[in-house]
């Protein structure tokens, strides 16, 4: 257990860029929030919102949209989430004035920045986790992604497989940290094949993509010229968009996660499975000490569904 205690950001930052589906620019800001308050975006140009749970997904194809009841709310949240399972925030309120959140670098980077300029402060509440008891699987026609019970943490074991020169297979294990997520996972970027351009542009997708926030792949390698940041950046990135998809779950995870040839969409099903399943799972919470502590050795006590628990 890496916290006792939930987090949320000590003040306001601001982003600003364009989205990497929608092509479209918004600004997008953080603020800090109250105990069990739990990630929320907000809409300032439509006035919705929609706090970050289960039953908010619309979509998880190329991005994992977030809907309210009136409607897709916020699309491509997957990196910020990642920023924030990632670094160990529990409370965050998000506005934004458009529909998508900004792609920046392609990675979670410039996030994990804003964050570290902020302050990660501590509220009085105990922090709550969601622990897995039984694996859960979802299997597709070339891979699977499954859950299992992990009581050390949060363990990612992603591989993937690709027919092309530059990537192969390549596999990615670590149980994750702040520290681990900051030097690791965040810097890695999203990446898409020059042959998918033209269909992606027909559908409505990658409008906002360059060689600025998407390493591009052509038949004879890598077209950007910067190169990679890791030899093996993709499946890294791909773990990158798994912590960022599984904390649709609404709470820190005790578990396992393991994927071979996995995608938003896989992992959002895996999660859609165990949170289906209310003997797959339960909710833990961090037993705080008498004295403040913030690294302690406390143990976990099982609780009573939390008022706001993800939706399951």
Same mark, same amino acid.
């Given at each position: 257990?890496?916290?006792? %205690?939930?987090?949320?950001?000590?003040?306001?930052?601001?982003?600003?860029?364009?989205?990497?589906?929608?092509?479209?620019?918004? #600004? +997008?800001?953080?603020? @800090?929030?109250?105990?069990?308050?739990?990630?929320?975006?907000?809409?300032?140009?439509?006035?919705?919102?929609?706090?970050?749970?289960?039953?908010?997904?619309?979509?998880?194809?190329?991005?994992?949209?977030? #809907?309210?009841?009136?409607?897709?709310?916020?699309?491509?949240?997957? &990196?910020? +989430?990642?920023?924030?399972?990632?670094?160990?925030?529990?409370?965050? &309120?998000?506005?934004? $004035?458009?529909?998508?959140?900004?792609?920046?670098?392609?990675?979670?980077?410039?996030?994990?920045?804003?964050? !570290?300029?902020?302050?990660?402060?501590?509220?009085?509440?105990? %922090?709550?986790? +969601?622990?897995?008891?039984?694996?859960?699987?979802?299997?597709?026609?070339?891979?699977?992604? =499954?859950?299992?019970?992990?009581?050390?943490?949060?363990? +990612? =074991?992603?591989?993937? $497989?690709?027919? &092309?020169?530059?990537?192969? #297979?390549?596999?990615?294990?670590?149980?994750?940290?702040?520290?681990?997520?900051?030097?690791?996972?965040? @810097?890695?970027?999203?990446?898409?094949?020059?042959?998918?351009?033209?269909?992606?542009?027909?559908?409505?997708?990658?409008?906002?993509?360059?060689? !600025?926030?998407?390493?591009?792949?052509?038949?004879?390698?890598?077209?950007?010229?910067?190169?990679? %940041?890791?030899?093996?950046?993709?499946?890294?990135?791909?773990?990158?968009?798994?912590?960022?998809?599984?904390?649709?779950?609404?709470? @820190?995870?005790?578990?396992?996660?393991?994927?071979?040839?996995?995608? &938003?969409?896989?992992?959002?099903?895996?999660?859609?499975?165990?949170?289906?399943?209310?003997?797959?799972?339960?909710?833990?919470?961090?037993?705080?000490?008498? %004295?403040?502590?913030?690294?302690?050795?406390?143990?976990?006590?099982?609780?009573?569904? @939390?008022?706001?628990?993800?939706?399951?």
């Amino acid at each position: 257990m890496n916290a006792v %205690r939930q987090t949320t950001i000590g003040d306001v930052v601001t982003l600003q860029g364009v989205g990497v589906h929608s092509g479209k620019q918004a #600004r +997008l800001s953080i603020a @800090p929030a109250q105990a069990d308050s739990g990630i929320v975006f907000h809409r300032s140009d439509s006035a919705q919102s929609v706090r970050v749970s289960r039953r908010a997904v619309r979509g998880s194809d190329l991005a994992t949209v977030l #809907r309210d009841d009136a409607g897709p709310a916020v699309s491509t949240v997957e &990196h910020l +989430l990642a920023c924030f399972a990632g670094l160990g925030i529990d409370n965050a &309120h998000v506005e934004i $004035d458009g529909p998508e959140v900004p792609i920046l670098d392609g990675s979670a980077d410039l996030f994990v920045a804003a964050v !570290d300029e902020a302050g990660i402060v501590e509220t009085a509440a105990p %922090r709550r986790y +969601l622990r897995v008891l039984k694996t859960v699987r979802i299997e597709t026609e070339h891979g699977f992604g =499954e859950l299992s019970p992990y009581d050390a943490g949060f363990r +990612l =074991e992603v591989e993937i $497989d690709f027919a &092309h020169a530059a990537i192969g #297979r390549q596999r990615y294990a670590a149980t994750l940290s702040p520290d681990v997520f900051r030097k690791e996972l965040a @810097p890695a970027r999203t990446f898409g094949f020059v042959a998918d351009v033209e269909r992606l542009w027909q559908a409505g997708y990658a409008l906002g993509a360059s060689l !600025d926030n998407t390493i591009c792949l052509g038949d004879d390698g890598i077209v950007n010229t910067t190169g990679l %940041r890791f030899a093996d950046e993709f499946v890294r990135h791909k773990a990158l968009d798994a912590v960022g998809d599984l904390a649709i779950g609404g709470l @820190p995870m005790m578990a396992r996660y393991r994927s071979y040839k996995g995608g &938003h969409k896989l992992n959002f099903a895996v999660v859609d499975a165990l949170l289906s399943d209310r003997s797959a799972f339960e909710f833990v919470e961090a037993k705080v000490p008498a %004295r403040r502590s913030v690294r302690s050795n406390a143990g976990i006590v099982t609780v009573a569904v @939390p008022a706001y628990a993800p939706e399951f």
